[in-house]
């Protein structure tokens, strides 16, 4: 057998061998499940990570509302609210709250809780220290002086985050909040649409996220509430499931759980 022959199957077997080993690979990655932004798959555990959810035996969810834009639909959110007698969170921004102060009166007149969405709506994770304390505080301190709350949840734009901004929020007294089922509301989807994604994937503990302004929010927002009583569960706001004393935050899935 001649040098060039052998080079020719020495090649092949190498191509084959390096297919092989990709292919492996693309597979692993497939597999892998779907982890919070700050978990590393091998096992970095000093990582931070939010509260996207909450260990719990009752039957409770938070609805949660962020507020970057408009102000039309949360009218109708608060109607449907006191008609079933439910409090929620209202994240808000400090540039929506000077351009609707006496909305945000309002939302908290009508007993729901209000978190801290940010002053300007950046992404957090990717600032220092001195501007998350600038971002949170500025929006701590209009939230007093328009609805005299203290507010004690935060939650960043976008979900963008880092070790940073947890450990500054928890200085200043902040949980930091997630999401475990997202209503897509943002996106315009149809009432039917969000009614589907939500009741398919809540659970006790989970913590859905909506937008006050959300185009068909309201019209799904009903439905979603007559059908989860039927099941038997409470509407509450996002502090009331929260863990008060001895708890962690599970890397893996973010779930805030007791020690």
């Not at 008609?83 to 729901?112: C, Q, R, S």
């Not at 059908?227 to 779930?255: A, C, N, Q």
Request: proline content about 4%.
């Amino acid at each position: 057998m001649s040098f060039k022959r052998i080079n020719i199957k020495t090649s092949a077997l190498f191509t084959w061998f390096v297919c092989i080993i990709t292919f492996i690979f693309v597979l692993m990655a497939c597999c892998l499940p779907v982890l919070p932004k700050s978990v590393s798959v091998f096992g970095n555990v000093d990582r931070l990570v939010p509260i996207y959810r909450v260990q719990t035996d009752k039957k409770q969810v938070a609805f949660s509302f962020d507020a970057a834009w408009g102000s039309d639909v949360t009218p109708r959110l608060l109607e449907i609210f006191k008609k079933h007698d439910i409090k929620t969170t209202f994240f808000l921004v400090n540039f929506w709250m000077e351009k609707y102060p006496d909305m945000t009166k309002k939302i908290a007149e009508n007993g729901h809780e209000i978190g801290n969405h940010s002053a300007t709506h950046p992404n957090m994770g990717d600032l220092a220290k001195n501007e998350i304390v600038k971002e949170i505080k500025t929006t701590h301190d209009k939230i007093k002086e328009l609805t005299g709350q203290e507010a004690k949840l935060f939650r960043p734009p976008f979900g963008d985050y880092s070790n940073t901004l947890i450990t500054t929020a928890n200085e200043l007294g902040y949980h930091v909040i997630q999401w475990d089922v997202d209503s897509l509301d943002w996106k315009d989807l149809s009432a039917k649409a969000i009614y589907d994604r939500v009741i398919e994937r809540v659970k006790p503990g989970s913590i859905v996220l909506f937008h006050n302004n959300g185009k068909f929010t309201a019209e799904a927002l009903e439905p979603l509430i007559i059908e989860l009583k039927s099941r038997g569960f409470e509407i509450v706001p996002v502090s009331h499931l929260l863990i008060k004393d001895g708890f962690y935050i599970d890397k893996s899935t973010g779930e805030m759980r007791k020690k």
